[in-house]
């Protein structure tokens, strides 16, 4: 049956317009929570599932219809384009992504091949127009990709890390170099959101996950650039556009430099002040701690409550968690958070 929704709330709210409530989606909305997902995931890895636009589509719209969010995110990875790049993605249980051919001098960036992400990536764009067939009445569809320097963190790093030596080390003695991958990643960047935005995504978020193990010095001078010329770059995809980071709290006034309609929120900075910092000119996403959702009920209604008092109704706010959501949260619980904003902000 054809899922209808409406899709005023989210679109409206990136645009700082009123709304009849709150909207309300959650980062990694779809993945191993669900039951259904992990169906899908018992037959195919998670790039079979990235890969096939069909397979893509519909693990984006099982928590449309078992949550009833106001967004549906497309389902992809932000390390696609390193795969892309040729520098070799797998994803190794219990451990998360590998990159087999990690970037560590100069002369990788430079070896580096000139590839088009509307190519390369093209069944992400595929699946897009696939969930906007599913949902021709809302809601609607975010597209989204890594922002450089996370995406540089991973490809450096050769997977995650918990000190990012590696990566500020690079920045630090090869300068000029590390500019050169930044420029590639934002063209890359660019010309694959371009192809999510030509499927029919109405809106697209940067994640810049990593960013926040840089102090402000470092994100000003090799950051900062960069994800103000990328965003410089989408604002002539004619959607809004979204800025995400985790642990970014001294960053903030940065970031809203860096550009973007939207600005998200980690858990860490009370709304209302990460809201003053960005300003209320900007659209702001968040910012309800992961971990919360598996506390009691009234202790998740509690933090609820207290950002949806901190956003003061101003004209503006998503409602979202601070980062993605943990596996094994009770679904039960996610439902009814979408249900608790809705009631206690309808007008």
Not at 98 to 107: E, F, K, L, Q, V
């Amino acid at each position: 049956p054809r899922i209808v929704a409406v899709i005023a709330p989210f679109l409206a709210a990136l645009r700082r317009e009123p709304t009849t409530r709150t909207p309300v989606w959650f980062m990694r909305q779809a993945g191993r929570y669900m039951a259904e997902y992990r169906a899908l995931r018992e037959k195919h890895t998670l790039l079979e599932i990235c890969a096939r636009p069909e397979l893509a589509a519909e693990v984006t719209l099982q928590p449309v219809r078992a949550l009833g969010v106001d967004a549906a995110i497309i389902f992809a990875d932000i390390l696609l384009p390193l795969d892309a790049l040729g520098l070799g993605l797998s994803f190794v249980e219990g451990e998360g992504p590998a990159i087999s051919r990690p970037i560590r001098t100069p002369a990788d960036v430079d070896a580096l091949p000139e590839v088009d992400p509307r190519q390369a990536l093209a069944h992400v764009g595929r699946a897009i127009a696939l969930v906007r067939e599913a949902l021709p009445d809302g809601p609607p569809v975010i597209g989204f990709a890594g922002a450089p320097f996370t995406v540089a963190s991973y490809a450096i790093e050769g997977g995650p890390s918990k000190n990012f030596l590696l990566v500020k080390r690079f920045a630090y003695e090869h300068p000029d170099a590390w500019h050169r991958l930044m420029e590639r990643l934002v063209t890359f960047t660019e010309g694959y959101l371009a192809s999510q935005v030509a499927g029919g995504a109405q809106a697209v978020q940067i994640f810049d996950s990593w960013v926040g193990v840089l102090d402000a010095a470092d994100y000003a001078r090799y950051v900062l650039p960069h994800q103000r010329a990328l965003f410089e770059r989408l604002g002539r995809l004619g959607v809004p556009t979204i800025h995400f980071g985790v642990g970014t709290g001294h960053l903030l006034t940065a970031q809203r430099e860096a550009g973007g309609d939207a600005l998200g929120l980690d858990w860490r900075v009370p709304l209302d002040e990460g809201w003053a910092l960005v300003g209320h000119d900007r659209a702001i996403q968040g910012n309800l701690d992961p971990a919360v959702l598996f506390a009691p009920w009234p202790e998740v209604e509690r933090r609820v409550d207290d950002i949806l008092r901190r956003a003061a109704g101003r004209p503006g706010h998503i409602f979202n968690l601070g980062h993605g959501i943990l596996p094994g949260t009770p679904v039960d619980v996610v439902r009814r958070v979408v249900e608790h904003v809705r009631a206690r902000t309808a007008t």
